[in-house]
Structures are given as C-alpha cells and as structure tokens.
C-alpha cells in the first residue's frame, strides 16, 4: 500500500485495484443504490485504513463490529468503527470535495455502545484511488462544539474545530490513553417485542424511504443497536424491495464526475456511435436542437429490455452541463434503436432517488421519436438512477455524481 503525510499532517492511502473490486462486489448484498455505494466507499476506508494502521502503529487494531452486522449496518448509517487496543476510533467518509466541515450521524454520537473516543474526517475520491484522512476530533469537542441538524439528525462540526495533524492524534492517542474522551451520554429507552415486531413491519416497507428519520431518535437508536433486530429489519426491507420492485439495477456505479475528466465507462459511447452526425433522422435532428448542444459532456448507451422471447432495444443519452459551486444540470432522454423510427409505447423513462423514490418519470406514447425528463441538478457526491421500464421488465443505471 502506497500512503503519503501531505502539508498540514493530512494521510493518503492508496487503495489497490484488488481491494476497490473486492469491496464493490461486498456492496452487492445492500438493497439500494444509495446504500450499496455507502457499503463500497465504508468497505474502501475501513480497510485502507485498518491495514494501514496494522502495519504503521497498532498491530492489534481490530475492526469494532463482526462481518454479520455489515449488511444491516450500512444499510443505514455512514460509518466504520475501529478498535485500537481500548480506543474506538470512527471514520466518517464522504466524496465531497468541499472539507469545510465534518458530519456525524447521530447514531455514532448518541448511542451509548457506539460512541467513540476519536472521529476521524475521511474524504474519498470519486474513482476510489485514493483515501484521505484531513481531521479529527473527540466525542467531548463533537458533544460541545457542533450544531445538531434535527432533519438529517448529525452533527455538524466546522472544520476549524478539527485538528488537522494526523501526527497529534497518534502523540494524543499514545500518551493519553487513559484520559476520557466521551461526554456523557443518556441512556436509551427500552423496547418490547411487540413494539420492535411493528417497528420491523412499519420501517421495513420499502415506501418508507428514510427509516432512520421516520421514528424519534429514542425509538431507532435501541432497534438499530440491537445487531438481531437491525439484521431483521434490512432483510424486511430487502424482502419487501425485492417483491415490490423487481429492477435489473446495473452492478457498476458510473461516475459522472470522471465524465467531466473525459474517463467513461466502456459500455457507454460518443453519441456518433449511434447517430450520424450527417443523418436526417428525427432523432438525431431533435437531440441537436432540444438542448443538448448547449452540454459539454453527451454518452450514449445500448439499453436491451427482454420481454418474454422478445428483445426491444433502446438508446439512453445522458448529457451534463458542469455549473458553479460543484453542481452539475443533467438532461436524459430516450431515443429508438436500430433504425427504428419509434420508441415503443408505454415505455418509461424514470429518475430515482438514492433510496430508490420516483422523482420523475415520463412514458412514451404511440409514434413518440424520443422522451426526455426535466432538467435537473446535482452536486458532488450525490447518487441517482435512471429507469427504463417496457411491460414487466425494468433496468436501471446507477450514477454517482
């Protein structure tokens, strides 16, 4: 592993093409988009960090949680615990490139059996190369000095409150090992099992989109500290996902912001690989006047939807338009293939939400030539996906901005 101390004390781990593969393909078992991606950066910096911290400081460092619990786990909450010798150790990762400051959730702050000593502030880049640890602070300074955000119940730290030398944590956590460095923290209410059976039930519906939002915190932090009812509750909700929407996700996350460095996936091509930029047909001529000129960036996908014995085929285009502030507008539409001058009817173009919701979705009529949905925004970091659904058959392409 290739590791580097930066200007101030930040650390660089380089993480091998072995270990992003074998952490993507971990992922799998998680029930969204969304939550397959937090698994994947999770597993990146968990083991970046421990092999790392295994060969450098502490040899006996330990993961805090057993392999049982990574399904339910992140299935939830962003995170990673690592023991090192008495010290609980939290990384917190994120794609964002704005490090202006550090959230928490409250889970690893409020539950008892999870606070840490240390949290440590890890940024991931968005090809997953490289981990980078900019910060740290204690549970006593993230008790006192942040600001708790009651909508996405975390703790909000600015990063000038983090100390950013990666050199004063390890003096810190050699020579203060016997000092406290968790504030108190009050205790839980207890549950019975008639509550956690219609908890299990309630916030096992797929329709609830946030279940750690949609009961008060008291109520979550016991059922989602319990590892028997958290592990209850994601195969409720994979159970119920996997009635209710039965969508051909696509195994890879694409990566629009490697889009903006001109790196794409293989399976996604210039748009003349399916149009000719001389061709008079309505599809070509609409795609250069409905907007998509005014984009920097246009990919175009071979989308097969089989229906029984029958393959329809469709193309997905995807343009983006990099504006101000990290934030990306993107268009999506849909085009006939193999020199059909229709889409089939009542096909659906769909976005979705990282946790699977509908945001959007137009379905094409009899002799339509294309469909397209609204304009919308994005910023670093954000997930979605884009739908293509024709009768029973659904697939969907997984995008991270």
Not at 53 to 70: D, L, N, Q, R, T
Not at 200 to 229: C, D, I, K
Not at 271 to 294: D, H, K, Q, V
Not at 377 to 389: K, L, P, R, T
């Amino acid at each position: 592993m290739t590791y580097a101390f930066t200007e101030p004390q930040e650390l660089l781990l380089e993480i091998s093409p072995s270990l992003q593969t074998s952490s993507w393909q971990e992922s799998q078992m998680y029930a969204t988009p969304n939550s397959r991606w937090r698994a994947y950066m999770n597993q990146i910096c968990l083991h970046g960090f421990l092999n790392w911290v295994k060969a450098e400081y502490v040899p006996e460092a330990s993961i805090w949680y057993g392999s049982p619990g990574f399904p339910a786990f992140w299935e939830f909450v962003n995170g990673t615990a690592i023991l090192l010798k008495e010290k609980r150790v939290v990384l917190i990762p994120s794609e964002a490139i704005d490090d202006s400051e550090l959230e928490v959730p409250q889970e690893w702050v409020d539950i008892s059996s999870w606070a840490a000593d240390y949290y440590l502030a890890v940024q991931i880049t968005p090809d997953g190369e490289w981990v980078r640890i900019w910060g740290y602070i204690t549970h006593t300074e993230l008790k006192s000095l942040a600001d708790y955000d009651q909508v996405d119940r975390t703790y909000c730290i600015d990063a000038r409150h983090l100390i950013k030398d990666l050199n004063a944590f390890w003096m810190t956590y050699q020579f203060c090992g016997t000092e406290e460095m968790k504030a108190e923290i009050a205790p839980l209410a207890e549950l019975s099992t008639v509550q956690v059976e219609n908890l299990v039930q309630q916030l096992g519906n797929y329709s609830v989109t946030f279940p750690r939002l949609a009961v008060p915190f008291t109520t979550w932090g016991v059922l989602v500290e319990n590892e028997q009812w958290r592990q209850r509750l994601y195969q409720q909700r994979l159970q119920y996902l996997r009635q209710a929407a039965p969508t051909q996700f696509s195994q890879v996350q694409v990566s629009l912001s490697r889009w903006l460095e001109q790196i794409y996936d293989a399976s996604w091509q210039a748009i003349e690989t399916f149009f000719e930029p001389n061709s008079s047909s309505l599809a070509f001529n609409f795609r250069t006047s409905s907007g998509l000129n005014a984009a920097t960036i246009k990919r175009a996908k071979l989308i097969d939807l089989r229906i029984e014995i029958e393959v329809q085929k469709v193309i997905l285009l995807v343009a983006l338009i990099p504006e101000a502030n990290q934030q990306v507008t993107i268009r999506v539409q849909l085009h006939p293939a193999c020199n059909q001058p229709y889409l089939p009817a009542n096909i659906k173009l769909v976005l979705l939400s990282d946790q699977g919701e509908i945001l959007q979705q137009v379905q094409a009529r009899i002799q339509d030539i294309y469909v397209q949905l609204k304009l919308f925004d994005g910023e670093v970091g954000e997930c979605f996906s884009i739908q293509v659904a024709l009768d029973s058959c659904q697939i969907a392409e997984s995008f991270v901005i």
